[in-house]
C-alpha cells in the first residue's frame, strides 16, 4: 500500500554527495513528503520533510519535482555514520502513515 | 523527557501463548502507531490510534489488537501468538499540530524484540 518507491540500495563514497530518489506519482497535493533514517535495528528517525518547495536542514536538502512525483534526498557530505536505512513517507490526511521498504544507503570509505 | 519508551525489550513466545506489549510516550501526542519490521520489508503499519479512545486499522492488522484508554499509552496485543509474528515491533508516537508545514513528525521506541517458537 505504500505509496512511494525507492531503489532497494545504494552506494556512496565517503566525503561526496549521497542523492537519494523517491517516486511518489500517487500522493495527493495536500500530503507532505517525509524522509526518515533507520540505523543499524534502531527506531527511525526523522530527517526532513517538504511540500512542493525545495527544503533544507542541518542534517540534508529535499528537492521536490515541480509536478511533485518524485523527490530526492540529499546527504551533501556523506559520512560512514550516514549508512542506514532511508525512507521516504507521504503523510496522508487519514494519519495512515505507511513505511515502503526504503533505500539501504551504503557508504564507502 | 523519556521519549517514547517500549516494554518488554525481548520476549519469547511459545505458539498460542499471549501477550500485551506497551508503548508510553511522555511529550502529550495526540497520534500513536504500532508497526512490525521483518527482515527486508521495511516497516508495516499494524494498527494506529489518532486520540485516546480510539484506534484504526493499518495494513497488516490480523492477529492483533490495540487499546488507548490513556492519552500516553497504546497497547499492542496478541491473542493467540503464531511464529509469522516473530518481529520487531516499534511504537511511534506524532503530536496534533495546526499547520502542517510544521515540523510534527514520529518518534520512534526503541523496539520490542519478539520471538514466537
Known amino acids: 500500500d505504500a505509496k512511494t518507491t525507492q531503489p532497494t540500495s545504494m552506494d556512496c563514497a565517503e566525503g561526496r554527495a549521497a542523492n537519494l530518489p523517491c517516486n511518489h506519482s500517487?500522493?495527493?497535493?495536500?500530503?507532505?513528503v517525509y524522509w526518515y533514517r533507520q540505523i543499524h535495528s534502531q527506531g527511525p528517525q526523522y530527517i526532513i520533510h517538504?511540500?512542493?518547495n525545495n527544503e533544507t536542514n542541518e542534517m540534508a536538502s529535499l528537492i521536490i519535482t515541480e509536478d511533485r512525483k518524485s523527490s530526492t534526498l540529499i546527504l551533501p557530505h556523506a559520512t560512514l555514520r550516514d549508512t542506514a536505512v532511508y525512507y521516504c513517507?507521504?503523510?496522508?490526511?487519514?494519519?495512515?502513515?505507511?513505511f515502503g521498504k526504503g533505500t539501504r544507503l551504503h557508504i564507502l570509505p | 523527557n523519556a521519549g517514547v519508551t517500549q516494554t518488554p525489550k525481548f520476549r519469547v513466545l511459545k505458539t498460542g501463548q499471549s501477550m500485551t506489549l506497551l508503548c508510553a510516550q511522555d511529550?502529550?501526542?495526540?497520534?500513536m502507531y504500532w508497526y512490525r519490521q521483518d527482515p527486508g520489508m521495511g516497516l508495516r503499519l499494524i494498527h494506529y490510534?489518532?486520540?485516546?479512545?480510539?484506534?484504526a486499522k493499518g495494513e497488516v492488522p490480523d492477529g492483533y489488537n490495540v487499546s488507548r484508554l490513556k492519552k500516553q499509552n497504546f497497547l499492542l496485543g496478541l491473542e493467540s501468538a503464531a511464529p509469522s509474528q516473530t518481529s520487531v515491533y516499534f511504537c511511534?508516537?506524532?503530536?496534533?499540530?495546526?499547520?502542517?508545514?510544521?515540523?510534527?513528525?514520529?518518534?520512534f521506541g526503541p523496539g520490542t524484540r519478539l520471538t514466537v517458537l
Open positions: 511511534a508516537s506524532r503530536p496534533l499540530t495546526s499547520g502542517r508545514r510544521i515540523r510534527d513528525e514520529q518518534f
Open positions: 500517487t500522493i495527493s497535493g495536500n500530503e507532505y
Open positions: 517538504g511540500l512542493k
Open positions: 513517507v507521504g503523510r496522508p490526511l487519514d494519519d495512515k502513515i505507511i
Open positions: 511529550m502529550n501526542h495526540e497520534y
Open positions: 490510534s489518532v486520540g485516546e479512545g480510539t484506534t
